[in-house]
């Protein structure tokens, strides 16, 4: 047999694999086969979701584990030596691997992605392990200090988690730019991606090898301190302290702190008493809150310990008139965006429901001389969105809204994790009162299904711990305005409710990540954004999936100005607010008969009351994020059969096709690869009875479908079966059964021979043989499709 009438596979076990082991490769150590980094993109249509195709390259050479080296793509020799290249190349940029080659199993082409050479490589002539690495040290121009850094293992212990591809990448380019002297390392990373997890890794490295030995974790929760003492930091007990006080015991090597805990109160600056010199490295988590401003007091902790290698993380980096990430940190080192966690399929996919109530959208103007409940007298202008809640609230729209909440969870799950963003503290309790009336029955059997989790409320705060634990039942519901917008690992959210006015993209991104986390051995593959203010109009902008233009460009001679006062903007969210923390507590809290005057003692309410306006819903729709990151408005059936045309354009390319497969499942694969999916259509539609065949032909050409049994009667009324004798007709009416009763795909796996109604016939092997072979039967089964599809 000539080499070209071999398979990609024959010449890849012939000739590719054995001039990478006669190159000293490990098979089993240093060798990846089939090496799949991404996890398959989970597609959502409707309330059904399905993983897409995972990325594999053919070969990935790890020198060490986490450190891989080359990526080796394999085709057949019908190809030239070189045509797997470009695909490789695309492989190693994820992957941050230097050096690709392709192969047909004549020699191989290799790509030096770091000096930009091409070359042509004997089979006999693959680089060993040692060889490859020393090239990349010259490469690199990685000297001796640095090497004993970037070589340093990870942290592992058995069944101890292993990085995924981009943690990896971001570990390394940290570990590889401290190493190399850079002062300042940005990295920025979706939420729900593992950035604690990337920073311990980080942070262990660099102490593990002795280049940073005293190392400052700082954050502006406690609750994320506290999570990651608990959680990712775990291994560090021992050698690890939380800052408690003033009194610092210099006997830890690893010190996590609040950073109100070292500027201390009204001014006074605690962390002063520490030497300046005292931390190697200082690590800070959601860096695009107060260490971003310039003139914050939380900067001056940073500059304080300036001597120290200070490393940012983010899932936000902020970029604003009063607050750059970029210019303090410099480029990021490796970003990964929302989107490419997303289609890698680490990240959990969302629908948007946007939801148009009258008064928001019409505008609301009280007629002349309208009081409130209280009695006041309202304010005579136009009311809008950005007004209710602030400064005018409507009574019936808070119901309104429980209402539609409550409406989608009882179409759900009741008990499918919920946060719901008001505008201030004092909306959060009203729409707990709404929400508690609308879920009146499960509230009475267990008063925690619905809580208010805001800064002033000990009791809502106390259970922050059991909503984000995914084995907690309760709460269900959690009310807040501010407190859970950053740092809250909720895993479990499934829906996400947005009652505020977000302006600020940094805020909409946080909001968003508290749904972003995948837990699919819970049942939670997708989530919902159910929006009342129009702030998923966000996603369509460029800054959302995109890094932010800096706009500041300061550097430490150049005066700082005074800031400017906020705009309004910026008091109800916008880019600046929040970067010294969440003030939850500063929200306006009304309650009782009697309403909170302004502060000069004029009689005028902060809020306008009103109990006799009825808000009724204009507007509904739903939106699906698509593969390339963007929403899309059109229906189900539109999208399906859009995207069925766009693969095959005539009813002849799909029978064409479709007869020809050797198995039909491919071609639904294929479909829903392109964001297809035909069971959620076939529930919208409620045509449970048809199978993919009919469906696709149904909805994308317009012919009338058959449902299953019918297909299968017609097979049998041909007498199709007689042409079998004995065992093999049992085993072909068989089939056709189970085709009746689940679809094609079933009949098509040969794994269908070892259920019960086919155990009765007889053993797999003893079917097969009825047939005259494995061969035969395959044969027979695809003449059984052709024929249940035949007219």
């Not at 691997?97 to 004549?106: H, R």
């Not at 929760?221 to 610092?248: C, E, H, W, Y």
Request: with cysteine; net charge negative.
């Amino acid at each position: 047999m000539g080499k070209r009438s071999l398979s990609e596979e024959d010449i890849k076990a012939r000739y590719i694999t054995p001039a990478i082991t006669n190159a000293g490769w490990d098979i089993n150590k240093q060798v990846r086969l089939e090496y799949a980094f991404t996890a398959g993109r989970i597609i959502l249509r409707g309330n059904v979701t399905a993983r897409g195709k995972k990325k594999r390259a053919d070969y990935v050479l790890f020198y060490k584990n986490n450190f891989p080296l080359a990526v080796i793509e394999a085709k057949d020799n019908n190809h030239s030596v070189g045509a797997g290249l470009q695909q490789g190349i695309e492989y190693a940029k994820a992957l941050d691997v230097s050096y690709v080659y392709a192969s047909n199993g004549d020699a191989f082409v290799e790509q030096n992605l770091i000096t930009g050479e091409v070359r042509e490589v004997r089979l006999e002539d693959f680089p060993s392990p040692e060889e490859l690495y020393q090239r990349y040290l010259i490469d690199k121009n990685i000297n001796e200090a640095e090497e004993k850094v970037i070589s340093e293992p990870y942290y592992y212990v058995p069944n101890y988690k292993t990085p995924r591809y981009y943690q990896r990448v971001a570990i390394n380019r940290t570990v590889d730019a401290v190493a190399k002297g850079q002062e300042r390392v940005l990295l920025v990373s979706a939420t729900g991606t593992g950035k604690t997890y990337m920073t311990f890794q980080i942070i262990y490295r660099l102490w593990k090898s002795g280049l940073k030995k005293r190392i400052l974790f700082l954050a502006d929760r406690n609750v994320l301190v506290d999570q990651t003492i608990s959680g990712d930091f775990k291994p560090f007990s021992g050698k690890m302290a939380k800052v408690k006080n003033k009194d610092l015991d210099s006997s830890y090597e690893i010190y996590l702190a609040l950073y109100q805990q070292l500027t201390g109160d009204d001014g006074e600056e605690t962390f002063r008493q520490f030497q300046p010199n005292f931390f190697d490295l200082i690590v800070i988590d959601e860096c695009h809150r107060g260490s971003a401003k310039e003139e914050s007091a939380w900067r001056k902790v940073l500059d304080y310990f300036s001597s120290a290698t200070h490393i940012g993380c983010t899932a936000t980096p902020i970029e604003t008139k009063g607050a750059s990430s970029q210019t303090y940190f410099g480029e990021p080192i490796y970003e990964y965006s929302l989107k490419q966690g997303i289609n890698d399929g680490f990240l959990a996919p969302y629908k948007v429901i946007r939801i148009g109530l009258d008064r928001d959208l019409e505008g609301y103007r009280p007629e002349a001389g309208k009081v409130d409940k209280h009695g006041y007298e309202i304010e005579d202008r136009e009311y809008n969105v950005k007004d209710f809640e602030r400064s005018l609230v409507i009574d019936d729209r808070t119901r309104v809204i429980a209402s539609k909440i409550t409406e989608y969870l009882k179409k759900t799950d009741r008990f499918s994790k919920t946060i719901v963003f008001c505008v201030d503290i004092e909306h959060a309790e009203r729409m707990r009162q709404a929400l508690i009336n609308e879920n009146k029955d499960l509230y009475a059997q267990n008063d925690k299904y619905i809580m208010r989790i805001t800064g002033d409320n000990d009791e809502g705060k106390a259970q922050l711990e059991h909503f984000i634990d995914e084995e907690s039942v309760y709460p269900v519901i959690a009310v807040t305005s501010k407190l859970m917008t950053t740092g809250v690992d909720a895993k479990m959210c499934k829906l996400i409710v947005l009652e505020n006015n977000i302006n600020s993209m940094t805020e909409f991104k946080q909001i968003i990540g508290r749904g972003t986390r995948l837990l699919e051995e819970y049942g939670k593959t997708y989530f919902t954004i159910m929006d009342f203010r129009n702030s998923s109009r966000l996603f369509a902008d460029p800054a959302f999936d995109g890094r932010p233009e800096v706009v500041i460009d300061i550097d430490g001679s150049a005066p700082v100005d005074e800031p400017e006062p906020p705009t309004d903007e910026e008091e109800s969210g916008g880019e600046d607010s929040g970067n010294e923390g969440v003030r939850e507590d500063e929200g306006e809290y009304g309650t009782g008969d009697t309403p909170p005057f302004n502060d000069e003692g004029e009689d005028k309410p902060r809020k306008y009351y009103i109990g006799d306006i009825i808000v009724k819903v204009l507007s509904e729709r739903v939106q699906y994020v698509d593969k390339d990151g963007k929403l899309i408005t059109e229906s189900l059936i539109d999208y399906t059969k859009k995207n069925i045309l766009e693969q095959y354009a005539r009813l002849d390319d799909f029978l064409r096709t479709w007869t020809a497969s050797e198995k039909k499942q491919a071609i639904i694969d294929e479909l829903q690869d392109s964001g297809v999916l035909l069971d959620a259509v076939r529930e919208e539609l409620g045509k449970t009875e048809l199978d993919d065949f009919d469906l696709i032909c149904h909805l994308a050409y317009d012919k009338q479908p058959l449902t299953k049994k019918e297909r299968a009667e017609n097979v049998k009324k041909r007498h199709y079966l007689y042409k079998y004798s004995d065992i093999a007709q049992q085993v072909i009416g068989a089939l056709l059964d189970k085709y009746a009763n689940d679809g094609i795909k079933e009949i098509e796996d040969t794994k269908v021979l070892q259920l019960k109604e086919f155990a009765q016939i007889g053993s797999p092997m003893k079917i097969v043989k009825a047939f005259g072979g494995k061969e035969k039967y395959l044969k027979a089964v695809k003449e059984l499709e052709n024929e249940i599809y035949y007219a």
